[in-house]
């Protein structure tokens, strides 16, 4: 049984920093896209970050290139997202997402076969 469970939201002040984890188990991660999706209130959920499957290319949402960073420890099955220089316009749910193999439409939702819970973050003073 393959499970997503992120971690580590919670309330920051404006241009505080967090660190977001996913604990992924039942699969290879190795193997796996893996994407990060955040979701606000009445918006659409939105691709923030996706690292290709077997060490492939990270790529960023363009308006969050330079704040946000994510990672991966293939052998822990841990998947990391470092969010900087926060505002309130961060807040929202964010979502880890996987699937087999690399992916054409890297912010396609339906493409991800997997997905966590999420973990709120909110920003604000």
């Known amino acids: 049984q393959v499970q997503l469970v992120e971690s580590g939201g919670g309330l920051v002040q404006p241009g505080g920093s967090l660190r977001l984890s996913c604990v992924v188990s039942?699969?290879?991660?190795?193997?796996?896209?893996i994407a990060w999706f955040r979701q606000a209130p009445g918006k659409e959920r939105e691709g923030v970050a996706c690292?290709?499957?077997?060490?492939?290319?990270?790529y960023y949402a363009d308006a969050l290139k330079g704040r946000f960073t994510s990672s991966r420890d293939n052998a822990k099955n841990l998947v990391y997202l470092q969010m900087n220089s926060l505002t309130p316009e961060d807040t929202a749910v964010y979502y880890c997402?996987?699937?087999?193999?690399?992916?054409?439409?890297?912010?396609?939702?339906?493409?991800?076969?997997?997905w966590g819970q999420g973990t709120q973050v909110t920003v604000s003073s």
């Open positions: 039942g699969l290879s991660l190795d193997y796996y896209t």
């Open positions: 997402a996987a699937r087999a193999g690399r992916i054409a439409l890297i912010w396609a939702t339906y493409d991800y076969q997997y």
């Open positions: 690292m290709m499957s077997s060490g492939g290319s990270t």
